[in-house]
């Protein structure tokens, strides 16, 4: 559980904010003054400081300075009743998270925490990242300790020793091939291949002697008898990674195979038994596939048996931090020549403001998109920290722009900003979201039926 040190001098408001922060899962912990916060945070672990600006002897711009000095990447959000402008550029050169103004929706406030704790953890984690991988969040390289990874790592355990067929739905880049590993080298079969055959990467004609084989003579240049995938998998697993890509007339075969358990080669007769364990993987939505008669039924019930769903990046962002430590290790190697020719400093991690970038980027290419970026700034970087100069202009420019404050008209009203701001992230994120209001939220933050009443206040 983490703990938010919450500073106001104000009697109740503590307590009052104490009661919605427990709500939400954290331990609140108070001060009534700059300097009794200080004294906590140096005898307790915090996570967050909620401060106010306003407050006796010590404002909250001086204790987020103190704070700084005493635990730099500590995450503090400045709140107040008398903000301006100036001073919320002040509390974020000094290095607040963010400056929320009085009166704020407990909602808005709850969003800011989580935010704010996660990227702390990606900055906590990379300390950047020198501590290594906990083995139980590490299930044969499958990375991760969130919700939807412990889901996964629970069906693989179950499904692994027996001998059931499955299929691994997710969409590309998310590890689909890892978790097959996962599921044979924890299967009895273990000590017996693991034949992977991408069905996207054949012709449609190579595609069925690549999986079954064919016999000398079969067709012009079968000069040779050749063992399909399926018969080099005996006694294995066979990994038919994008299933959904098969043609039709090579469905209703890989259907009798599954059936009756033996094939026939291309231009043989004779058929022959062989003992596989079928994994299929597909970044389509079979069931919709099947409606558009574009894949059979009663195969999609053949590989169906057990479904496995790999989340996408942008659904587990609490697993960067641990993917990002995994990636610079594997790569550290890559960057050795470059530290020995221009003498630089070995590599420590990332920078926060980095951090902040691929915590707030989308990952349309999930894993393998963070993979490769990794590898690529690793090379790029020359100091001890990747920073934002390291990463791809579209990470950079994934994240939202800082305002424009010159740009606001001087007599332009708080409120009226404010409403006009909320209303644009809320036509981005939808639009983002496909119209999916659940995603919006996501995208956003907060929940869905704040983003209801959001939607509602401003006609959308």
Known sequence: MQTILIVDDEKNYPKILGEVIKEEGFRPVT??????????????????????????????????????????????????????????????????????LKPFDNETLIA???????????????????????????????????????????????VAPTGAN?????????????????????????????????????????LESELFGHEK?????????????????????????????????????????LQEKNIE??????????????IAATNRNLEEEVKKGRFREDLYYRLNVVKAVMPALRDRKGDIPLLIKHFLEKYSHERKLTEQ???????????????????????PGNVRE???????AVILSTGKFITPADLPLQIRKGISSQLNLDGIPANAGLNETLAAVEKRMLQKAMAQAGNIQTKAAEILGIGKSGLNQKLKKYGL
């Open 265 to 278: 080669r291309v231009g043989g007769t004779v058929p022959i038994a062989i003992d596989f364990r079928l």
């Open 217 to 257: 003579g079969a067709f012009t240049g079968a000069s040779a008898m050749k063992k399909g995938r399926f018969e080099l998998a005996d006694h294995g697993s066979i990994f038919l990674d994008e299933v959904g890509e098969l043609p039709l007339n090579i469905q209703v075969k890989l259907l009798r195979v």
């Open 112 to 158: 800011h925490i989580q935010k704010a704790i996660s990227i702390h953890a990606i900055v906590k984690e990379n300390s950047f990242l020198r501590e290594a991988v906990t083995v139980q969040y590490n299930f044969c390289n499958i990375i991760g300790k969130s919700k939807p990874m412990q889901e996964l790592y629970s069906i693989i355990k179950k």
């Open 341 to 363: 020719l221009e003498s630089l400093e070995p590599l420590e991690g990332v920078s926060p403001e980095a951090a902040r970038m691929l915590f707030d980027y989308t990952w």
């Open 166 to 206: 499955i299929l691994i739905e997710g969409e590309s880049g998310t590890g689909k091939e890892l978790a097959a590993k996962s599921i044979h080298y924890n299967s009895p079969r273990k000590n017996a291949p693991l034949i992977s055959v991408n069905c996207s990467a054949f012709a449609e004609t190579l």
């Open 370 to 376: 963070l993979e490769n970026l990794i590898e690529r």
């Open 31 to 100: 001060a009534s003054s700059g300097l009794e916060a200080l004294d906590v945070i140096k005898s307790n672990h915090i996570d967050l400081v909620l401060t106010d600006v306003m407050m006796p002897c010590m404002d909250g711009i001086s204790l987020l300075s103190q704070i700084k000095e005493l635990v730099p990447d500590m995450p503090v959000i400045i709140m107040t009743a008398h903000g301006s402008v100036e001073r919320a550029v002040e509390a974020m050169q000094n290095g607040a998270y963010t400056y929320i």
